[in-house]
C-alpha cells in the first residue's frame, strides 16, 4: 500500500476531476459516509440519540465533516456543527455540503461571540463523540489563536474524538506538532495512508487510524510517482526467499561480521547470531585476537577469526587491513560496525576496508561514525551500500542536528540515499527503507518495548543475514519487517522487559509466520 504526501494528495484529487471526470462533490460525499459510520462504531455501534459535535474548517475537511453531519442526522443522532472559519471563505465543494446542511434545519452554530464559545462548551461538554474537521491534510506552521483554542477545548473536554485525515495540528508529512494538536480516539484517513500516522508526536495523537475507499481510480492511488510504501505482510511475503531442500550452508549466504571491541562484545555476538536465527548459512566474526577467548566461549554457532591489534587493543593499521580484506574475499557479503569502537586507527580502517571490499557491504553503528564528514566515500564503494543508522547516527553522517532529521526523516534519508547513492535504514519509532530512486519504504512492525540496547545490532545482523538469501536490494525491507515482527512477538510475552537477545530468539517464528508454516500461539 502507498503512502502519500499531502501535495501527493493533491494532484491525486486534481486528476480524479481533470483525467476521471469524476466531481469533488462525489468524493466527499464518499468520504462523510465514512466519517458517519466511523463516528456509529466510536459510539457504541450506532448514531440514534447520540450526541455528536461537528468542529469544521472552511476547506475540504470541513465539507467532509458537513457531509458527515448529514447522514448523522438522518440516522437519528443529536448533532450540533460548529463553524471554525468563515461561512464567507468556505471553498466551492464544502459551500455546496453546508447549503444542504442548512436545509435540513440542522443545528449549525458560528463561533464569533462569547455566547459562541459557551455553547461549544458546552456542546463538547455533553458530547458522545467529537469530530474534528478543522484543518486537514494542508497545514503546515503556526497555529491561529482561534484555531488553538478550538483544539484546547476539544483536548480539554476528553471525549472521544474523531479526526478526519489528520488531527488538527499535526503537519501531514512529518508527523510534527508544533503548538498544540487534537488527541484522537481514531482518526480516518481518506484514499491513502499519511507520513504523520507513522512518525513523531503526530502518530501518538492519531490514536486507531484507519483508511477508506472514497471512489478515487485505484490506478491513481498506485501510482509510481507516489514514492512512499508500506513494509507489511503482503510486500514481505512477496520478497521472502523459499528455500530448496537443495541447499547447502554455503547457498544461504557467508557472512563476515566486522564487529566488537573490549567492553562491547554483546553487540558483536548479537549481530552475528541474528545473522544465523534470519537464516545464513556461515557467519565468521572477526573481532580483536585479544577477544578470542570471550567469543569462543559466547559463540558456538558462529566462527570467530582473531584480528591483529595494535598496543591499545583497537583495530588498525595495515595488518589488520589485510587480513579482513583476505576474509572478505572468502564471503559473500560483510557486515561492520557493531561495538567496534571509535579508535582512530579503527575509522581509517572501516574506511579503507568499505571501499576496497567488492561484495555487499552493511555499514552499522561505529562504521557510521568513520564516515562523518567523509560521506562521499559510499560512492566509492564497488556495490551500493546497505547503512542501519539511528537519527543521531543519521544526523552525523549529514552534518546536521538529530531534531533536524526528526523533523522531516522521510526527506532526510530519501536525499541521503540519492546523494551518495546508498541504501538507508533510519531506525526509529518507524524504522524505514530508502532508496537512490527515491523510494521509500515505512515498516507496520514494531513497538515501544524494543527501544532496548541492542536492538539494532539485531536488526544489522538481521539484513545482513538476508542479503545473501536474495537479491540484496530486497534484504533491508525484508529484515526491518522479521525484527518488527519479532520484536511484536517478543512484547507480548515480555512487554517492556523484553531485551534484544529476545528479538534474536523470536526471528525463526516470525519467519515462519511469514511463510504460513503454522499459526501463532494465542
Same mark, same amino acid.
Given at each position: 500500500?502507498?503512502?502519500?504526501?499531502?501535495?501527493?494528495?493533491?494532484?491525486?484529487? %486534481?486528476?480524479?476531476?481533470?483525467?476521471?471526470?469524476?466531481?469533488?462533490?462525489?468524493?466527499?460525499?464518499?468520504?462523510?459516509?465514512?466519517?458517519?459510520?466511523?463516528?456509529?462504531?466510536?459510539?457504541?455501534?450506532?448514531?440514534?440519540?447520540?450526541?455528536?459535535?461537528?468542529?469544521?474548517?472552511?476547506?475540504?475537511?470541513?465539507?467532509?465533516?458537513?457531509?458527515?453531519?448529514?447522514?448523522?442526522?438522518?440516522?437519528?443522532? %443529536?448533532?450540533?456543527?460548529?463553524?471554525?472559519?468563515?461561512?464567507?471563505?468556505?471553498?466551492?465543494?464544502?459551500?455546496?455540503?453546508?447549503?444542504?446542511?442548512?436545509?435540513?434545519?440542522?443545528?449549525?452554530?458560528?463561533?464569533?461571540?462569547? %455566547?459562541?464559545?459557551?455553547?461549544?462548551?458546552?456542546?463538547?461538554?455533553?458530547?458522545?463523540?467529537?469530530?474534528?474537521?478543522?484543518?486537514?491534510?494542508?497545514?503546515?506552521?503556526?497555529? %491561529?489563536?482561534?484555531?488553538?483554542?478550538?483544539?484546547?477545548?476539544?483536548?480539554?473536554?476528553?471525549?472521544?474524538?474523531?479526526?478526519?485525515?489528520?488531527?488538527?495540528?499535526?503537519?501531514?508529512?512529518?508527523?510534527?506538532?508544533?503548538?498544540?494538536?487534537?488527541?484522537?480516539?481514531?482518526?480516518?484517513?481518506?484514499?491513502?495512508?499519511?507520513?504523520?500516522?507513522?512518525?513523531?508526536?503526530?502518530?501518538?495523537?492519531?490514536?486507531?487510524?484507519?483508511?477508506?475507499?472514497?471512489?478515487?481510480?485505484?490506478?491513481?492511488?498506485?501510482?509510481?510517482?507516489?514514492?512512499?510504501?508500506?513494509?507489511?505482510?503482503?510486500?514481505?511475503?512477496?520478497?521472502?526467499?523459499?528455500?530448496?531442500?537443495?541447499?547447502?550452508? /554455503?547457498?544461504?549466504?557467508?557472512?563476515?561480521?566486522?564487529? /566488537?571491541?573490549?567492553?562491547?562484545?554483546?553487540?558483536?555476538?548479537?549481530?552475528?547470531?541474528?545473522?544465523?536465527?534470519?537464516?545464513?548459512?556461515?557467519?565468521?566474526?572477526?573481532?580483536?585476537?585479544?577477544?578470542?577467548?570471550?567469543?569462543?566461549?559466547?559463540?558456538?554457532?558462529?566462527? $570467530?577469526?582473531?584480528?591483529?591489534?595494535?598496543?591499545?587493543?583497537?583495530?588498525?593499521?595495515?595488518?589488520?587491513?589485510?587480513?579482513?580484506?583476505? &576474509?572478505?574475499?572468502?564471503?559473500?557479503?560483510?557486515?561492520?560496525?557493531?561495538?567496534?569502537?571509535?579508535?582512530?586507527? $579503527?575509522?581509517?580502517?572501516?574506511?579503507?576496508?568499505?571501499?576496497?571490499?567488492?561484495?555487499?557491504?552493511?555499514?552499522?553503528? =561505529?562504521? &557510521?561514525?568513520?564516515?562523518?564528514?567523509?560521506?562521499?566515500?559510499?560512492?566509492?564503494?564497488?556495490?551500493?551500500?546497505? &547503512?542501519?543508522?539511528?537519527?543521531?547516527?543519521?544526523?552525523?553522517?549529514?552534518?546536521?542536528?538529530?531534531?533536524?532529521?526528526?523533523?522531516?526523516?522521510?526527506?532526510?534519508?530519501?536525499?541521503?540515499?540519492?546523494?551518495?547513492?546508498?541504501?538507508?535504514?533510519?531506525?526509529?519509532?518507524?524504522?524505514?527503507?530508502?532508496?537512490?530512486?527515491? =523510494?521509500?519504504?515505512? $515498516?507496520?512492525?514494531?513497538?515501544?518495548?524494543?527501544?532496548?540496547?541492542?536492538?539494532?545490532?539485531?536488526?544489522?545482523?538481521?539484513?545482513?543475514?538476508?542479503?545473501?538469501?536474495?537479491?540484496?536490494?530486497?534484504?533491508?525491507?525484508?529484515?526491518?519487517?522479521?525484527?518488527?515482527?519479532?520484536?511484536?512477538?517478543?512484547?507480548?510475552?515480555?512487554?517492556?522487559?523484553?531485551?534484544?537477545?529476545?528479538?534474536?530468539?523470536?526471528?525463526?517464528?516470525?519467519?515462519?509466520?511469514?511463510?504460513?508454516?503454522?499459526?501463532?500461539?494465542?
Amino acid at each position: 500500500m502507498k503512502v502519500s504526501t499531502a501535495e501527493e494528495m493533491r494532484r491525486i484529487d %486534481r486528476r480524479v476531476q481533470e483525467e476521471y471526470g469524476l466531481p469533488e462533490l462525489v468524493l466527499m460525499e464518499n468520504a462523510g459516509s465514512h466519517v458517519a459510520e466511523a463516528v456509529e462504531t466510536l459510539a457504541g455501534g450506532r448514531a440514534e440519540g447520540k450526541r455528536v459535535c461537528l468542529i469544521a474548517g472552511s476547506g475540504n475537511n470541513g465539507g467532509d465533516a458537513f457531509s458527515a453531519a448529514r447522514y448523522l442526522v438522518n440516522r437519528g443522532a %443529536r448533532v450540533q456543527v460548529f463553524l471554525a472559519g468563515e461561512k464567507g471563505h468556505l471553498k466551492e465543494s464544502p459551500a455546496v455540503m453546508f447549503q444542504a446542511l442548512e436545509h435540513m434545519a440542522a443545528e449549525i452554530h458560528p463561533l464569533e461571540g462569547d %455566547r459562541d464559545w459557551d455553547r461549544l462548551r458546552l456542546s463538547l461538554r455533553f458530547a458522545d463523540v467529537i469530530v474534528d474537521g478543522i484543518l486537514g491534510t494542508g497545514f503546515s506552521g503556526e497555529l %491561529r489563536k482561534k484555531t488553538l483554542r478550538l483544539i484546547e477545548m476539544i483536548n480539554e473536554a476528553k471525549k472521544p474524538v474523531l479526526a478526519i485525515d489528520v488531527p488538527s495540528g499535526v503537519e501531514t508529512d512529518t508527523g510534527v506538532v508544533g503548538t498544540a494538536a487534537v488527541k484522537a480516539a481514531a482518526t480516518l484517513s481518506l484514499g491513502l495512508l499519511k507520513p504523520a500516522h507513522f512518525f513523531g508526536s503526530g502518530a501518538g495523537l492519531a490514536g486507531d487510524v484507519s483508511v477508506h475507499d472514497i471512489g478515487i481510480p485505484q490506478e491513481l492511488l498506485a501510482a509510481k510517482e507516489i514514492h512512499q510504501s508500506l513494509i507489511d505482510e503482503a510486500l514481505a511475503k512477496t520478497i521472502l526467499p523459499v528455500r530448496p531442500r537443495t541447499v547447502h550452508k /554455503g547457498s544461504c549466504g557467508r557472512l563476515l561480521v566486522v564487529a /566488537g571491541s573490549r567492553g562491547m562484545t554483546g553487540a558483536a555476538a548479537l549481530a552475528s547470531t541474528a545473522a544465523l536465527r534470519a537464516g545464513a548459512g556461515v557467519v565468521t566474526l572477526a573481532s580483536g585476537e585479544s577477544l578470542q577467548d570471550v567469543f569462543a566461549m559466547k559463540l558456538t554457532e558462529v566462527m $570467530t577469526q582473531p584480528i591483529q591489534e595494535n598496543e591499545d587493543g583497537h583495530l588498525g593499521g595495515a595488518a589488520a587491513l589485510d587480513q579482513l580484506t583476505h &576474509l572478505a574475499a572468502g564471503h559473500d557479503m560483510v557486515l561492520i560496525g557493531p561495538g567496534l569502537g571509535r579508535a582512530h586507527e $579503527t575509522m581509517e580502517l572501516v574506511r579503507c576496508l568499505g571501499t576496497a571490499i567488492k561484495k555487499p557491504v552493511i555499514l552499522d553503528a =561505529d562504521a &557510521l561514525y568513520a564516515f562523518r564528514g567523509q560521506a562521499e566515500l559510499l560512492k566509492e564503494f564497488h556495490q551500493m551500500p546497505i &547503512l542501519t543508522p539511528h537519527l543521531g547516527e543519521m544526523a552525523g553522517l549529514l552534518g546536521t542536528t538529530a531534531e533536524a532529521v526528526r523533523q522531516d526523516r522521510i526527506a532526510s534519508a530519501r536525499a541521503a540515499a540519492k546523494d551518495y547513492q546508498s541504501i538507508f535504514v533510519l531506525k526509529s519509532e518507524c524504522t524505514l527503507v530508502a532508496y537512490p530512486d527515491g =523510494d521509500v519504504f515505512l $515498516t507496520t512492525k514494531g513497538n515501544a518495548g524494543m527501544a532496548t540496547a541492542g536492538s539494532g545490532d539485531v536488526l544489522a545482523g538481521t539484513i545482513a543475514g538476508l542479503v545473501g538469501q536474495m537479491q540484496g536490494a530486497l534484504a533491508p525491507l525484508l529484515g526491518v519487517y522479521l525484527h518488527g515482527s519479532a520484536g511484536d512477538l517478543a512484547y507480548a510475552a515480555k512487554d517492556c522487559g523484553l531485551i534484544a537477545s529476545d528479538l534474536v530468539d523470536k526471528l525463526p517464528e516470525a519467519r515462519a509466520l511469514l511463510a504460513n508454516e503454522y499459526e501463532m500461539p494465542v
